[in-house]
């Protein structure tokens, strides 16, 4: 079956203009979670969707950055006015049914990420 | 101090010998741990997941918790050069997040 999908893989844009990430998570699956990984550098939480609601959004770097998903599938990550500081692999995962399952987190699936530069 | 910490490495071992990866974390309510590996450009894919404490073995992968130590291990036995990547532990809460070390940086040599 088809896994997480996330477009583009790669794009370079200019310091001060506005992207958009998008993700296509594994049908089915009501979690999706958003992280950002630096050069280097570990994965970075951002924000994590039940459905359509996103009951944590605590890792959101600043009001730049926003998110939102609809009809519980595809969920689109914007960054206004991008910094050189943005720069990073933006990763979308998704899990089967996340907070509503118990306490127990299930395995998060990870999609290839978009490769953000900005110049 | 950080939520979950591992050491950077990078960690060597020669071929067919076993590699102790660690682990330690600071939120004593976290219930979930996870081992994902990482290969250099790609995104992580799953490993081993451990719920309770002691030993799960799957394969060559053993992954070991002792929630009293705040401590999660992988072994990998046999290491082949094909295991060199980087090797993320994971900590998970009830509220859907998980919180990743830095990584351990592994090459096994032929």
């Known amino acids: 079956g088809a896994g997480v999908s996330q477009s583009p893989s790669n794009k370079v844009t200019e310091k001060g203009k506005d992207v958009e990430l998008r993700c296509d998570p594994i049908?089915?699956?009501?979690?999706l979670y958003w992280y950002r990984q630096s050069l280097g550098q570990g994965l970075e939480f951002l924000i994590y969707?039940?459905?359509?609601?996103?009951?944590?959004k605590s890792g959101l770097p600043s009001d730049r950055f926003s998110a939102e998903r609809t009809g519980g599938s595809v969920s689109t990550l914007t960054i206004q006015r991008t910094q050189q500081e943005d720069s990073a692999v933006y990763l979308c995962?998704?899990?089967?049914?996340?907070?509503?399952?118990?306490?127990?987190?299930?395995?998060?699936?990870f999609g290839p990420g978009t490769r953000l530069l900005v110049l | 101090q950080k939520e979950v910490e591992q050491n950077s490495g990078p960690l060597s071992v020669p071929e067919g010998a076993i590699a102790s990866l660690n682990c330690t974390y600071s939120d004593r309510g976290s219930q979930s741990f996870f081992w994902y590996r990482q290969y250099s450009g790609k995104s992580p894919e799953l490993i081993m997941s451990?719920?309770?404490?002691g030993d799960k073995e799957d394969g060559r992968f053993t992954a070991q918790l002792n929630k009293a130590s705040q401590y999660v291990s992988l072994l990998i036995r046999d290491s082949q050069p094909s295991d060199s990547a980087t090797y993320l532990c994971?900590?998970?809460?009830?509220?859907?997040?998980?919180?990743f070390g830095q990584g351990t940086i592994l090459t096994v040599h032929p």
């Open positions: 994971a900590v998970g809460t009830s509220y859907g997040k998980l919180t």
């Open positions: 995962a998704s899990s089967p049914v996340g907070l509503a399952g118990g306490p127990f987190q299930e395995t998060q699936y």
């Open positions: 049908s089915g699956h009501t979690a």
């Open positions: 969707f039940q459905g359509n609601s996103a009951p944590d």
């Open positions: 451990i719920y309770s404490n």
